[in-house]
């Protein structure tokens, strides 16, 4: 019977994988549950993308495309950063790939050596840690702090790396697990110190889009040499379509697309012609991104007077992020008595952060309004 290698061995579980099959056995069981575990939008991928594909479709062919994507879509990419954020990016720049997850595994292979350390925001999302675990990358955690809205800053980069040499340095804007922005003001002063230190800078921006005041603003507004992960996932509502993008230097374009030869060959075809009319849905969209303003004000409006006030800044996304340490001291146990006892599924904070999420749970609004006020009215009852 063949064992998994060590580096299987040792890289962690995604805990909300855990926890939605959790929930899902209990709906097997014929019982209910009120899903605030997954960040997945609960509509479906637009009209343009449906129809689009099902065009595609009838021509018969599902083909491979170049490893680095369709070059009408690269383009669109492209000129939305022009009309988005108003930086001027290269179609050739642009990499089409198989979801944000494959951006994460394509650039962390291509900037980093096994042994190397790449500085990671604490609470952040687990697969960075994991996937670099997994090349044998040191994640070294950057521990974000209230006095700074739990965002990463210059000051915090430049601390860690003076403790803890770094090779690279990871940041995520609009965040998860909290949907905090780092302000335009933050970022620049940012990506100036990760440029004086010498390192490179990737910049997670999946949640772009999702905001609910002032835009994000992308790192390449202040590092043409950023490298930008995105997706179609989040505002395009396309999670099981798996596609996404990255922005690259152009000294690094030929090594991704070495590595997305050999590991995937190509994103989907079908994917990549949804996603080419995804910008043509932006009115469509923008009427789920208003669902999700409306969930965040439910939930934000309640959770003080359910003893769930003290959460991160929660600008963007469809995230919060509260501390539950006045409740109890271990997320983990809560979350699955809180499963069993009312049906409300939510994420222990220990996913996001292995030292201080034991007190901190991540509530999805990606769901239904219906779904929120249930959420409220159940731990209103529960909590007493």
């Not at 009838?58 to 009408?72: C, D, H, K, N, S």
């Not at 609009?174 to 949907?179: I, R």
């Amino acid at each position: 019977m063949p064992f998994p290698s060590r580096r299987a061995s040792t890289v962690a579980p995604f805990m909300v994988m855990d926890v939605m099959s959790a929930a899902a056995a209990r709906e097997r069981s014929g019982l209910d549950v009120v899903h605030m575990e997954v960040g997945q939008p609960s509509a479906g991928a637009p009209r343009p993308v449906i129809e689009a594909t099902r065009q595609a479709l009838t021509l018969g062919r599902v083909p491979y495309t170049e490893a680095l994507g369709l070059p009408a879509l690269r383009e669109r990419i492209a000129r939305d950063y022009r009309d988005r954020y108003g930086v001027s990016v290269a179609p050739e720049r642009v990499v089409v790939t198989t979801g944000s997850s494959a951006g994460f595994l394509l650039s962390f292979m291509a900037l980093f050596d096994a042994g190397d350390r790449v500085g990671v925001p604490q609470p952040g999302y687990p697969a960075y840690r994991n996937i670099l675990n997994s090349l044998g990358v040191e994640p070294v955690p950057m521990v974000l702090r209230d006095e700074d809205r739990y965002a990463p800053t210059a000051d915090l980069i430049a601390a860690v790396h003076g403790t803890q040499a770094l090779d690279g340095v990871l940041v995520m804007s609009p965040a998860n697990p909290s949907g905090t922005v780092i302000v335009p003001d933050a970022l620049a002063a940012l990506c100036a110190k990760v440029r004086a230190l010498g390192l490179p800078l990737i910049s997670d921006e999946i949640y772009h889009g999702l905001t609910y005041g002032a835009p994000a603003a992308t790192a390449l507004q202040f590092e043409p040499d950023a490298v930008i992960i995105n997706s179609f996932s989040k505002y395009h509502c396309m999670t099981g379509w798996r596609i996404g993008w990255m922005v690259v230097p152009e000294g690094l374009v030929r090594a991704v697309e070495r590595l997305a030869q050999n590991l995937y060959i190509s994103a989907p075809y079908l994917s990549q012609v949804g996603a080419l009319a995804a910008f043509d849905a932006t009115e469509e969209l923008e009427v789920v991104r208003a669902g999700y303003a409306r969930n965040r004000a439910i939930l934000l409006d309640a959770f003080p007077g359910l003893g769930l006030g003290k959460v991160h800044p929660a600008d963007g996304a469809f995230y919060i992020y509260a501390d539950v340490s006045n409740l109890t001291a271990d997320a983990a146990a809560f979350c699955r008595r809180m499963l069993d006892e009312t049906g409300i599924a939510a994420t222990p904070g220990l996913d996001f952060d292995p030292e201080a999420g034991g007190h901190h749970i991540r509530f999805s609004f990606a769901g239904s309004e219906a779904d929120c006020r249930d959420t409220v009215a159940r731990l209103r009852t529960w909590l007493g």
